[in-house]
Each structure stands twice: as C-alpha cells, then as structure tokens.
C-alpha cells in the first residue's frame, strides 16, 4: 500500500504543468493522492483513540502486576497519535 501511495504521488508530480489546465490537472491528481496517503493513519489515530475507554475499563480491574503494561500501552498511543 506504502509502495503504491508513494508511486501515485510520484506520477502526480511529474505530470506536465506548462499549461493551466495541465497544472490544474496536476494539482488535483496531488490532492487526490494525499487525501490517499493520510487515510491509513487517520484510520490507525481514530481505532487507537477509540480504545481509551476499554483500556480505562481494564486497567480498573486488572492484575495490578499488569499495571506497567497498561501505563506503557497508553503512553504508547500518546505518543503516536
């Protein structure tokens, strides 16, 4: 998938931009694979973000030997979203 975004942008920037309906064209085919590209992790940010509340839920009943699990796992999503 990775391989694929990075190659439609690639072909979108080296479209013609001499004229203004071919700089247009190119515009719109950029747009079209960033709108593309953010997808995957907009996806991963809103299901990651969407465990809060059953990570809230477990950590209250969990092992508290499992404690350092739960305050890595939260700090993890944290950091990456």
Do not use: F, G
Not at 4 to 11: T, V
Not at 36 to 41: D, E, F, G, H, S
């Amino acid at each position: 998938m990775r391989v694929l975004l990075l190659l439609l942008s690639q072909a979108a920037s080296k479209m013609p931009k001499a004229s203004a309906d071919e700089a247009s064209a190119r515009e719109r085919a950029l747009a079209a694979a960033l709108d593309k590209a953010i997808q995957v992790p907009l996806q991963v940010a809103t299901q990651a973000n969407a465990i809060w509340p059953t990570l809230t839920t477990v950590a209250q009943v969990c092992n508290i030997q499992t404690a350092s699990d739960m305050q890595v796992s939260s700090q993890l999503i944290l950091q990456h979203y």
